[in-house]
């Protein structure tokens, strides 16, 4: 079970101290090759992670409302930005809700009309034009974001998607903004994507500071 993360773990291996060293190289190199993806990432986003945060400060400034949402592991994502810009360490706070963190509302329309209409009918419920819709996919592909995304635009929200591979389906969503990890590796991917959240609530707050500062 752990041989694609940990090979030599599968071995008869009697050597404790041994064993405890290559769990230890392998960690190191993880964290080596999570690094400089976040890094690499940063630097090739930097312009899009820009005129996205300009976007959703836009948004922000005339009372727009920012809506997460993912699967799995991206849910914990979206709920991490949600929380971000709702209860920031500094700063004042904003508007924002992850959509899955209502376990009674999720399990319920996934029960009454399905797992892939399980976004879209709560964007359709509580958003309104100017509001910010926010998804989370490593592959790109997941057919409830896609269906949330659809439901966003009708409604005019601001689109924002974090992808990884080569952005999947959403490169042909039609979303506002696009922030792809270029990695094939899960794991690096959402890390990478964490880092991207934290780095956009930066700018956007960064963005509504210049713009209150200046009147």
Same mark, same amino acid.
């Given at each position: 079970?752990?041989?694609?993360?940990?090979?030599?773990?599968?071995?008869?291996?009697? #050597?404790?101290? !041994?064993? +405890? %060293?290559? &769990? *230890?190289?392998?960690?190191?190199?993880?964290?080596?090759? @999570?690094? $400089? /993806?976040?890094?690499?990432?940063?630097?090739?986003?930097?312009?899009?992670?820009?005129?996205?945060?300009?976007?959703?400060?836009?948004?922000?400034?005339?009372?727009?409302?920012?809506?997460?949402?993912?699967?799995?592991?991206?849910?914990?994502?979206?709920?991490?930005?949600?929380?971000?810009?709702?209860?920031?360490?500094?700063?004042?706070?904003?508007?924002?809700?992850?959509?899955? #963190?209502?376990? !009674?509302? +999720? %399990?319920? &329309? *996934?029960?009454?009309?399905?797992?892939?209409?399980?976004? @879209?009918? $709560? /964007?359709?419920?509580?958003?309104?034009?100017?509001?910010?819709?926010?998804?989370?996919?490593?592959?790109?592909?997941?057919?409830?974001?896609?269906?949330?995304?659809?439901?966003?635009?009708?409604?005019?929200?601001?689109?924002?998607?974090?992808?990884?591979?080569?952005?999947?389906?959403?490169?042909?969503?039609?979303?506002?903004?696009?922030?792809?990890?270029?990695?094939?590796?899960?794991?690096?991917?959402?890390?990478?994507?964490?880092?991207?959240?934290?780095?956009?609530?930066?700018?956007?707050?960064?963005?509504?500071?210049?713009?209150?500062?200046?009147?």
């Amino acid at each position: 079970m752990t041989d694609f993360l940990y090979p030599f773990i599968e071995r008869q291996e009697e #050597d404790v101290d !041994a064993l +405890l %060293t290559d &769990l *230890a190289t392998s960690a190191r190199a993880k964290a080596g090759l @999570s690094q $400089q /993806l976040r890094t690499t990432t940063l630097e090739i986003l930097h312009g899009t992670l820009a005129a996205t945060a300009r976007d959703m400060a836009d948004r922000f400034s005339v009372g727009g409302r920012l809506f997460t949402f993912g699967n799995g592991g991206s849910s914990t994502d979206a709920s991490t930005l949600a929380a971000l810009f709702a209860r920031p360490p500094s700063g004042p706070p904003l508007p924002a809700r992850c959509l899955t #963190d209502d376990s !009674a509302v +999720l %399990t319920a &329309l *996934a029960n009454d009309v399905g797992f892939p209409l399980v976004f @879209s009918r $709560q /964007l359709n419920a509580h958003s309104r034009p100017g509001d910010i819709a926010v998804g989370f996919s490593t592959s790109g592909n997941s057919a409830n974001l896609l269906e949330a995304f659809g439901t966003a635009r009708r409604a005019g929200l601001l689109t924002v998607g974090f992808a990884g591979y080569q952005g999947g389906d959403m490169r042909s969503a039609g979303l506002d903004h696009l922030l792809v990890v270029g990695s094939e590796s899960v794991h690096r991917i959402q890390e990478t994507q964490a880092a991207l959240g934290f780095a956009l609530w930066e700018r956007v707050r960064a963005v509504l500071q210049r713009r209150t500062a200046h009147g």
